[in-house]
């Protein structure tokens, strides 16, 4: 999905509704930790996030590896293992496939392909909306 004209949105993953953080699960199936970018904000400060793009947004989801390995290990709809269960999978499947943005981005076999995060040394271009409410 291109990210032309998409506003990019800063949030905490926790203040995500259930919908959204349940098709992140999905996109993210085996775990954020991995995942992560990094990029500098408006201020200069470097920040990590999980990036999740939808329809209509590009969300940067503020956390730290140690936060993203603990949302997962503390989260249910993971296995021991840091994978969502096949249960869980085959649930959101069922309601979000038929969201263009969605299909787009879950893997039908479980492989995901190697992304090259290491975005340390660039800035985001474009206008970032920090939504923190």
């Known amino acids: 999905m291109a990210l032309v004209n998409k506003p990019r949105i800063i949030k905490d993953y926790n203040k ?3 919908a959204l953080q349940e ?3 999905l996109v993210y199936a085996d775990g954020f930790a991995d995942r992560l970018i990094h990029f500098f904000d408006k ?3 470097k920040v ?3 990036p999740f793009e939808t ?3 590009y969300y940067m989801l503020r956390m730290t590896k140690n936060e993203a390995t603990k949302i997962v290990n503390e989260d249910d709809d993971f296995d021991d293992d840091g ?3 096949n249960e869980v999978r085959q649930d959101y499947e069922g309601k979000y496939a038929d ?3 969605i299909a ?3 893997s039908e076999d479980n492989d995901f392909d190697e992304v090259d995060n290491d975005t340390d040394d660039d800035e985001i271009d474009g206008d970032i909306e920090d939504d923190d409410y």
């Open 23 to 25: 098709q992140i699960k």
């Open 48 to 50: 990590s996030a999980l």
């Open 83 to 85: 994978l969502l269960k």
């Open 104 to 106: 787009g981005q879950i």
């Open 99 to 101: 969201l263009e943005y």
């Open 16 to 18: 995500l509704d259930k």
């Open 43 to 45: 201020d200069g400060i």
């Open 55 to 57: 329809e209509n947004n």
